[in-house]
């Protein structure tokens, strides 16, 4: 069974950064379309941003140009990098993966099949 395991959640100020990571345990991460995805309490689960098998990206504007979204197939690991954090980053962020590619519809949570449990994070003065 495939297992998602986020990690580096936590609580900083505005203007900070984090870093996310997620291990793809069982099957390699190469197989996968991987997408980060959040939600916040009282909304609906958002992508954030995806990454196809061949490296290439896709965000969601209101995080272009201060998250970047990474992999290492050797490691079987999905990063997020979030700089620049503003309160209305705050949420619960997932990994998620899937075999088919979900094409244009990338951010999409409901083409992934496969999710982890989720790392908090929140952003605070």
């Known amino acids: 069974q495939v297992e998602l395991v986020e990690s580096g959640g936590g609580s900083v100020r505005p203007g900070g950064s984090l870093i996310l990571s997620c291990v793809v345990n069982?099957?390699?991460?190469?197989?996968?379309?991987m997408g980060w995805f959040r939600q916040a309490p009282g909304k609906e689960r958002e992508g954030v941003a995806s990454?196809?098998?061949?490296?290439?990206?896709t965000y969601i504007d209101s995080v272009k140009d201060r998250f970047t979204v990474s992999k290492d197939n050797a490691k079987n690991i999905l990063y997020l990098q979030m700089n620049n954090l503003k309160a209305e980053d705050t949420a619960m962020y997932y990994c998620?993966?899937?075999?088919?590619?979900?094409?244009?519809?990338?951010?999409?949570?409901?083409?992934?099949?496969?999710w982890g449990r989720g790392a908090l994070v929140t952003i605070s003065s």
């Open positions: 069982v099957v390699n991460i190469s197989r996968f379309h």
């Open positions: 998620a993966a899937t075999y088919f590619s979900p094409g244009g519809t990338a951010l999409n949570p409901d083409r992934y099949r496969y």
């Open positions: 990454m196809d098998r061949d490296g290439s990206a």
